[in-house]
């Protein structure tokens, strides 16, 4: 055996250190190889994490931004339903429990049907009047008086966000609703919403199974940031925590400092969040979706350090051995994350089913769309994942097809996000349809590089055939306001309109315009001696004949007031005005409606003030005549002839000539 000495004099060979220095390398590299991956295989699990936190944020401002909506829509309506402010104003006008029965009724109905909490009749002051159970006492709430001052004042439903107030035991959205009878302002309907049973429960949907994941809303109130909706980890009733506008790593006070998407910070207890902040949109108020950073990422950062320290080891005795190791770990792992992801997709599927959602991917390159489960039912087509541009374009509706492949075509072109709602046809069954569609482009916008439109597509029929229906409800009430209820002829009002417009369009087009005023003779003895039922009769009576008596296109029967009624006669001289006031006139007598206290004869008869608009003569004296001077005018002169009628004897027709003098005329 060689001695210590020798030993310590032999030199290691060449091959010794260009293999020391060979491992080094290679250890070097797998190090640098391992590191890298580690890198990119964290950043990607992040992005999905982030992406997968946004998309839950998403839903859940649209279900909130629905909720609103629904409330804003039932209280417009209300604010249309001229039947429920006539019951107010006749109980009103005549208290009782006869008149108080259908009105207690109808706000029974809200409370069950829209789920309100509570619904009050409030004067336009503010004192409660009415609930469904019966009469009620004292003042509503300040914030709920200066809504409804608002509401009036604008003829719309205003919001009260919600709050908590000692009028309730707990926390409440408000909605007032204006009543008005004709235009006169009754007062307004309180509508109460208790959050905690139908806001807060949309709060609670999370697609994962998490121990810290949780949303909520917030408002800034000043300097402060209040949370509207309960806390995980707080017994503290709602709307009772506030944060300092100070705290700036909060994600809640990021939110109000202009922070939207994902964001990082603290809560309220101090600890790392990985947060998603979403304005809801058309409200003060903001989504936070959360969850700790330990539980989102801290778990496979921890297991991605084991399956680095791992091979790292494994390679200092055996670079091969190692290396193998590490492709088996890699390939477990990326079997784990696929079944992780098939877990989420499966999670993202049933929120977009439960909010009838599907997604879509367009692949530009090979003109092919990728249609979810849920998209490929709305569009009817066949349970296959991949469907070609020809299929796609088939499926729209022939009268859209044109203009929906422009806007995708512009939307492309200039990478633009794509919003659009059209129509389509099932080819299943054949139904046409409405969808709305939203989508954004990933991918470069260079020649020859692969765009993808990916985004969500959704079923909104129901909500089109509501809008058709609102809209023909509108129409119809409308046509109400517009038509006097005791004679079934067109009002003051929609005399005042119609004039209008024919005044502008006779002094326009050049055309005569005759007004014909027609007042019943002694209507008031009439009514005097045979009561009012009998005189509502009587006019029901006039009313049809004048109503005979035209048919022309533009002309227009009206109630005027009382006892007197107007005709509008378009493209009519003043000599073809009078000959249509005398045949009025004798189909009014030839009526025969008895009137034992007429002074002239022994049935009703009508007095009838004939005034024209000369176009030709008023526009050459003053070109710039204002439309409502020149209406003004023609009534006023209307009136004067018939005044000047009931002066003569009554039972006749005068044309006007010139403005007498007014005086009083018995009626």
């Not at 139904?431 to 969500?456: D, K, M, Y």
């Not at 008023?618 to 003004?632: C, Q, R, T």
């Not at 209307?638 to 003569?648: G, H, I, Q, T, V």
């Amino acid at each position: 055996m060689p001695s210590l000495r020798v030993l310590r004099q032999r030199k290691a060979p060449p091959w010794f250190w260009w293999g020391l220095g060979l491992g080094l390398l290679l250890l070097a590299l797998a190090v640098w190889a391992l590191l890298s991956t580690y890198r990119e295989r964290e950043q990607r699990f992040r992005h999905q994490v982030e992406g997968e936190l946004q998309a839950i944020g998403q839903l859940q401002v649209r279900s909130v931004a629905e909720w609103r909506e629904r409330q804003t829509s039932q209280a417009m309506g209300l604010a249309d339903d001229s039947a429920f402010a006539q019951l107010v104003a006749r109980w009103i006008q005549l208290p009782g429990l006869e008149q108080e029965a259908p009105v207690r009724e109808r706000l029974r109905i809200l409370e069950e049907r829209s789920l309100y909490t509570a619904a009050y009749l409030m004067d336009a002051r503010g004192n409660l009047l009415l609930t469904s159970g019966g009469e009620v006492l004292g003042l509503a709430p300040q914030a709920e008086i200066n809504a409804l001052t608002r509401a009036l004042a604008q003829d719309e439903p205003v919001l009260v966000e919600p709050r908590g107030d000692a009028f309730f035991a707990f926390p409440f959205f408000s909605v007032l609703v204006p009543l008005y009878d004709g235009s006169t302002a009754l007062g307004g309907i309180w509508l109460v919403k208790d959050v905690r049973a139908t806001l807060y429960p949309i709060l609670d949907f999370w697609p994962t199974r998490s121990q810290t994941a949780e949303s909520f809303l917030v408002q800034r109130t000043g300097e402060e940031v209040l949370v509207l909706s309960p806390l995980k980890h707080r017994p503290d009733p709602p709307m009772t925590l506030r944060l300092s506008m100070s705290h700036t790593d909060n994600p809640a006070v990021q939110a109000f400092s202009g922070s939207r998407g994902i964001v990082y910070g603290r809560d309220d207890r101090g600890q790392p969040v990985l947060a998603a902040v979403n304005a809801v949109p058309d409200t003060p108020w903001v989504l936070i979706s959360q969850v700790h950073v330990e539980e989102a990422l801290g778990n496979h950062m921890q297991r991605e350090w084991l399956a680095l320290s791992l091979p790292v080891s494994l390679v200092v005795v055996l670079a091969g051995l190692a290396a193998t190791y590490w492709q088996w770990r890699a390939r477990r792992r990326e079997s784990a994350l696929k079944q992780e992801l098939e877990r989420n997709m499966r999670w993202l599927e049933s929120a977009q089913q439960a909010a009838s959602v599907g997604f879509f991917a367009w692949d530009a390159q090979n003109q092919e769309f990728f249609l979810s489960r849920i998209a490929r039912q709305i569009y009817g087509l066949p349970a296959t994942g991949r469907i070609g541009l020809r299929t796609w374009v088939d499926a729209l509706h022939p009268d859209d097809r044109k203009s929906v492949l422009a806007r995708h075509g512009k939307s492309l072109e200039e990478r633009l996000p794509l919003s659009a709602q059209y129509r389509i046809v099932r080819p299943c069954d054949r139904q046409q349809r409405w969808v709305q569609v939203w989508g954004e482009f990933e991918g470069q916008a260079t020649p020859g590089s692969n765009a993808w439109l990916t985004g969500t597509v959704q079923d909104i029929t129901e909500r089109k055939q509501t809008e058709e229906q609102l809209a023909s409800y509108r129409a119809a009430l409308e046509t109400q306001v517009r038509m006097d209820p005791l004679t079934l002829v067109a009002n003051r009002r929609a005399l005042d309109e119609a004039l209008a417009s024919e005044c502008k369009r006779a002094l326009r087009g050049g055309a005569p315009l005759a007004l014909l005023m027609i007042d019943v003779d002694h209507f008031k003895a009439y009514n005097d001696h045979y009561g009012h039922v009998q005189g509502d009769q009587c006019l029901r009576q006039v009313a049809q004949a004048l109503s005979a008596s035209v048919g022309r296109e533009g002309e227009m029967v009206a109630r005027y007031g009382g006892e007197e009624f107007a005709v509008l006669l378009p493209h009519t001289t003043l000599e073809q005005a009078v000959e249509q006031a005398e045949r009025v006139r004798h189909a009014i007598s030839a009526l025969g409606l008895a009137h034992a206290c007429a002074p002239s004869g022994q049935h009703v008869t009508v007095s009838i003030g004939v005034a024209c608009l000369e176009p030709h003569h008023h526009a050459l004296a003053n070109p710039s005549a204002d439309v409502g001077v020149a209406a003004h005018a023609l009534l006023e002169q209307a009136d004067s002839a018939l005044y000047e009628a009931k002066k003569a004897g009554r039972d006749r027709v005068t044309a006007y000539t010139a403005a007498p003098a007014p005086h009083a005329v018995e009626a």
